[in-house]
């Protein structure tokens, strides 16, 4: 269990988050923000091409609560080099639990080459659950050079899906941010949204993708 006590400011000038703030690759304990801020800039260097997941923590499975990000989330690149299919505010994906959680600033990931996944909050949610959030941010996703691959993008998560019998839930969130999404060629496909680039569902009926009580 990890309780913020105070804001937080960092800073990028003159290197990266990898070397000043590096996200923790997989979270599975409880966040709580406490009410409080994380601001300045993430920009997250990939430190090898097995690095897939980036934000605040990169995949979450635990429980992240009461946090207001408040800075320049982003992917240091080139369109030769991206790895980084998964970027959001909170967390690059989200199978746990993501509550009252608050995003503003920048969400941009330019040139990704393995699939792009952006959303404010989570750049994607496998069967977890984002309740009572609020994306401020402007969200920026770019694919290059992967006709067969979607590109997902959203105010709240790239893309929402199930994880295995888990529903993916998004309820009681909002956005306010402004949300860009683009392909390079463009005969690839681009899902954006306010919400969730796209809600992918199932022939199942008792398997759910639920987005309740939204407003965009």
Known sequence: YYKLINNITI??????I???WEPRAEFSGTFDGNGNTISG???VKPNNSTTQYAGFVGYNFGTIKNLTIDA????ENSQDDCHVP?????????????SKCYVKGTVIAPFSQYGCNTGGIAGFNFGGTIENCINYASIYGSEYNKSDIPAYVGGITGGNTVN???????KGC???GKIEGAINPKDGTCYSGGIA?????????TICYIINDCIN
């Open 11 to 16: 800073s990028s000038e003159g290197s990266s």
């Open 18 to 20: 990898y070397e000043q």
């Open 41 to 43: 800039d993430m920009i």
């Open 72 to 75: 320049y989330v982003g992917i």
């Open 86 to 98: 998964y970027l959001g505010g909170i967390a690059g994906a989200n199978k746990g639990t993501i």
């Open 164 to 170: 295995g019998t888990a529903s993916g839930y998004i």
């Open 174 to 176: 909002t956005n306010n």
């Open 197 to 205: 680039g796209k809600n992918f569902r199932s022939g199942e009926s």
